[in-house]
């Protein structure tokens, strides 16, 4: 863990703030308030369960125990809903904005929806915020954002032409998080996500990761089936790295602000590399698990980059940013995870 970091959570611990989470039942919304909470911190979520789960908010509730969960207060709202913006800003510190259609393939389908949900709802939260007078924002962006951009790893100023109404929504966030720091002193953080994994991810939704998919299909003694030659890769980040940098973005000094930084881990894998290491972690930590470790070859998916892999310098530098978890212990941790949850569903 980063001295840095260390030093925050401490600080935090020692004068509780109050945050307020945008998509909290969620996969990456979740993690975040389990975290904030252990912290001690005053937390309002928001959340309309249209990707998100209350078994989510449950496990939570569960962890951190009945005197911290009591610091939690959550809203059951939209962020396509002025109101319910404005209803769950008050007395707010800080902002982490996580609601979101997080899917390519449905932003293709209805780029009219994604547009609605990704720009008018995200304009909502920043018109609640500047309201509100908060002291900053923190918004998930997305390494979509690159398009179809070539050079690796990807640095923040590279940006190539969008492939999708997703990554143009993302960057559309951008554009207005700098108009509103200009025009009405609002500060903001934009974190582009690389390919974020871990605990409570959805493995069946209609654009499920490939990680949290594989190993539920593993599990369920499937057969997994990799898009393409399984020679595309992508910068993958353990979730616990993504909650790292949204507590940093919001605390950090304010030369940091207005700005997006990537974060990932730096490197990649491909997915024919990242099959071989769930199917080895599965015999090194769910060895009882029957699993089917011959994968089929799929069609290429349309709106998918061949490559992805983030340059987090300026994360490093400016945000003092250091991923604490590498991808083999993210996957030990996942499939461990996961092999729990699915061995209480058969119990069950």
């Known amino acids: 863990m980063s001295e840095t970091y260390k030093q925050i959570k401490e600080e935090l611990k020692k004068s ?26 005053e937390v309002v979520g928001l959340d309309n369960f249209r990707t998100g789960k209350r078994a989510n908010l449950l ?38 904005h996580q609601a979101a259609l997080g899917s390519v393939p449905q932003s293709i389908e209805d780029p009219s929806e994604a547009n609605r949900i990704n720009v008018s709802g995200f304009l909502n939260v920043f018109e609640a915020a500047k309201d509100a007078k908060v002291k900053r924002v923190v918004y998930a962006s997305s390494s979509a954002v690159y398009g179809d951009a070539i050079t690796m790893p990807l640095s923040e100023d590279d940006i190539g032409k969008p492939i999708s109404p997703y990554a143009v929504n993302k960057y559309v966030n951008e554009l207005y998080a700098i108009t509103f720091a200009r025009n009405y002193g609002l500060e903001s953080v934009g974190l582009r996500y690389f390919n974020v994994f871990g605990k409570r991810q959805d493995p069946n939704g209609s654009y ?64 024919n590399e ?22 089929y070859y799929a069609p290429f998916r349309d709106g998918d980059i061949r490559h992805s892999q983030a340059n987090i310098g300026k994360a490093v530098e400016k945000l003092h940013y250091h991923p604490e978890m590498s991808v083999a212990e993210g996957l030990a941790q996942t499939i461990m995870w996961y092999s729990h949850m699915y061995s209480r569903e058969l119990v069950a």
Not at 275 to 294: D, M, R, T, V
């Open 274 to 295: 990242l099959f071989y290491h769930i199917c080895e972690g599965f015999a090194l930590y769910a060895p009882e698990a029957k699993i089917n470790s011959k994968a």
């Open 208 to 271: 499920a990761a490939v990680i949290p998919r594989w190993i539920e299909k593993l599990l369920s003694g499937g057969q997994c089936s990799i898009n393409g030659d399984g020679e595309t890769s992508r910068d993958f980040v353990h979730v616990n790295n993504v909650v790292q940098a949204n507590i940093l973005a919001a605390t950090s000094a304010p030369t940091a602000a207005n700005e997006a930084y990537n974060i990932g881990n730096g490197g990649r894998s491909s997915l």
């Open 16 to 41: 509780p703030k109050r945050w307020l989470i945008t998509g909290v039942a969620g996969f990456i919304g979740s993690n975040l308030l389990e975290t904030l909470l252990e912290l001690d911190q």
């Open 59 to 96: 496990e939570v509730q569960t962890t951190v125990g009945p005197e911290r969960w009591s610091r939690f207060h959550f809203v059951e709202g939209d962020i396509t809903s002025p109101k319910d913006c404005h209803k769950v800003m008050a007395g707010v510190d800080y902002v982490l």
